[in-house]
């Protein structure tokens, strides 16, 4: 039961916290803000459930439960290749759907370069990777400073 927790809260809060993100980027961004109004609300839920749902499954192949002690290092850099690995594929996906769609609906994948925009946003993503890691380690750390864990 603890790991399904883990795994919905992990999954779920890096999911929000990451298109809060994006959210408030977008009124500094016209691009992005661009994006976001164009999409129709099917679209944009379809999108969410797809990244919810491989967030979810990348949650699942970690734990933050039984890290040992001097294991932070290992622990941030899995999250740094889950979150790369996530967004390479929800990425890649995306371009697909566009490509194939005969009216593009995010934007159009052929005014843009494939190979930099899936390099930048795998870089990103890892980038979160390891804040994501970085903060659920620290918040795992102080919770069990304050609540002893009962097995």
Known sequence: MDKLLEVLTVATSSLLIAVLAVVLVAPFNPEIAIAISGLETSIALICYGYLWLLTLVAASQGTLLDVPNGQYRQLVTDSAVVG????????????????????PI???PASISVL????????????????????????????????????
């Open 84 to 103: 790369a690995g996530v967004t390479i594929v929800f990425v890649t996906v995306l371009l697909i759907v566009e490509f194939v769609v005969p009216d």
């Open 116 to 151: 930099w925009l899936v390099t930048v946003s795998t870089i990103a993503g890892g980038i979160a990777g390891i804040g994501f890691g970085t903060l659920y380690l620290c918040c795992d750390r102080l919770a069990a400073s304050l609540v002893p864990r009962v097995d």
């Open 106 to 108: 995010l934007f159009d």
